[in-house]
């Protein structure tokens, strides 16, 4: 299957700082991904879609200005988590959806980076 | 209301033996797609199977095996002849029309030697 690399895979950071995820399709070209978060033992919840060259689509209750995402190219989504505090801390995992010739569109999900705020 | 229905938080099979993991969704679209996927300790999501509505016969993919039922809306995970690796935690999906993808709560395999 195709691979999506998130960067980096585990980052602590300070209260008060902004902290950047990159997720990359590495051999197919994603016009859309998608932004998860997880906590502990917990499911996925998703927090927004990531179109390139378009403003991203939050869910409900996610805010805009504290998760800002930018799909710059077809092959690099990035979530900035701006003035972490501790509550941020989580798991996060984007899916980059592949819009080739695949039969069901699957989505491809990335290894993961796990956020915590001190 | 919960879309994606996982009713299993834990579930403790002997290794070897065959193992079904619920699922039940909650729909109005004609066309939607349903997933499988593992997540072991690691994080990743690995994706195992998928199902999509208008498929006539169950998806089967190696010891995967999907058992749909659209009239009931459910569309259990068999494993057969498990593994210590299968221990992980499964999480049932549902792909909406606007490509969102649903995850249920999830259900933790244990399999024990």
């Known amino acids: 299957g195709a691979v999506v690399s998130q960067h980096p895979s585990r980052v602590i950071c300070k209260s008060g700082t902004s902290v950047k995820i990159e997720c990359r399709s590495l051999?197919?070209?994603?016009?859309?991904m998608f932004w998860y978060r997880q906590f502990p033992k917990k499911s996925l919840m998703l927090m927004a879609t990531?179109?390139?060259?378009?403003?991203?689509?939050?869910e409900q209750g996610v805010e805009k200005d504290k998760f800002l995402i930018n799909h710059a190219s077809l092959t690099l989504s990035t979530l900035t988590v701006t003035s972490a505090h501790p509550e941020d801390s989580s798991f996060y995992i984007c899916s980059a959806r592949d819009g080739g010739q695949s039969s069901y569109n699957e989505q491809f999900f990335g290894p993961g980076t796990r956020l915590t705020v001190l | 209301a919960q879309k994606i229905t996982q009713t299993q938080p834990g579930m403790f099979v002997q290794e070897k033996e065959a193992v079904t993991l619920d699922c039940t969704y909650d729909t109005s679209d004609p066309s939607y797609g349903l997933f499988w996927y593992k997540q072991p300790s690691s994080g990743e999501m690995i994706f195992l199977i998928y199902?999509?509505?208008?498929?006539?016969q169950n998806a089967t993919e190696g010891r995967y095996s999907l058992n749909f039922q659209k009239a009931r809306k459910s569309a259990n995970l068999v494993i057969s002849a498990s593994q210590l690796g299968d221990s992980a935690m499964y999480f049932c999906a549902m792909r909406e029309v606007n490509d969102k993808i649903i995850f249920g709560k999830g259900t933790r395999l244990h399999i024990l030697p």
């Open positions: 990531s179109n390139e060259g378009s403003k991203a689509t939050y």
């Open positions: 051999d197919f070209q994603a016009t859309t």
């Open positions: 199902q999509g509505s208008y498929d006539q």
